[in-house]
T-cell receptor, first 114, second 113 residues
């Protein structure tokens, strides 16, 4: 079945450091890909998404490019802030499911120190 | 536009009891999905309702059930609670089309004693 694999955390960075969180997927169809973020005590917020190969999603300085050839959707940010400390989830939605079913990776906790 | 709301935010139950959780989607959204989040299993899909019909279902036992009303509000029910059902239950709403963004509520934290 479909699955998503993320790099294990926690990831600890200093403020203004470069961030990469790796995400790879396995899907039988042609999925849409998402990054969600969860702050302590809250639900998930969509960070960015991409629906086809070579699409680049971007938001709040975060970027991720849909790489079909490597089945990857790595999250990057050039300069992290303390306020970026949260848990980040990579997810996919297989087109055949008509939406409504997201498959998540295990999450990567990011801690940014001043 | 108001976001997804979930009630109650916190619940404490004992084994063997049943519980009902409620989710009100964003106005105009017809799809509601439910997820269970635990430290061990992560985020797992329970089921999705679209226009009052269950459209997708995850791999959970029949003790987990749901329904959707004509105003798109949804409820999730868990019967005969087990300790392992302790989790954060998240609902998400969307327009219901392919690749439509799902917007999540804050969750209901269920503790089973």
């Amino acid at each position: 079945g479909d699955s998503v694999t993320q790099m294990e955390g926690p990831v600890t960075l200093s403020e203004e450091a470069f961030l990469t969180i790796n995400c790879t997927y396995t899907a039988t169809g042609y999925p849409s890909l998402f990054w969600y973020v969860q702050y302590p005590g809250e639900g998930l917020q969509l960070l960015l998404k991409a629906t086809k190969a070579d699409d680049k999603g971007s938001n709040k300085g975060f970027e991720a490019t849909y790489r079909k050839e490597t089945t990857s959707f790595h999250l990057e940010k050039g300069s992290v802030q303390v306020s970026d400390s949260a848990v980040y989830f990579c997810a996919l939605s297989d087109r055949g499911n008509q939406g409504g079913k997201l498959i998540f990776g295990q999450g990567t906790e990011l801690s940014v120190k001043p | 536009k108001a976001g997804v709301t979930q009630t109650p935010r916190y619940l404490i139950k004992t084994r063997g009891q049943q519980v009902t959780l409620s989710c009100s989607p964003i106005s105009g959204h017809r799809s509601v999905s439910w997820y269970q989040q635990t430290p061990g299993q992560g985020l797992q899909f329970l089921f999705e309702y679209f226009s009052e019909t269950q459209r997708n279902k995850g791999n959970f036992p029949g003790r987990f059930s749901g329904r959707q009303f004509s105003n798109s509000r949804s409820e999730m029910n868990v019967s005969t609670l087990e300790l392992g059902d302790s989790a954060l239950y998240l609902c998400a709403s969307s327009l219901g089309g392919e690749a439509d963004t799902q917007y999540f509520g804050p969750g209901t934290r269920l503790t089973v004693l």
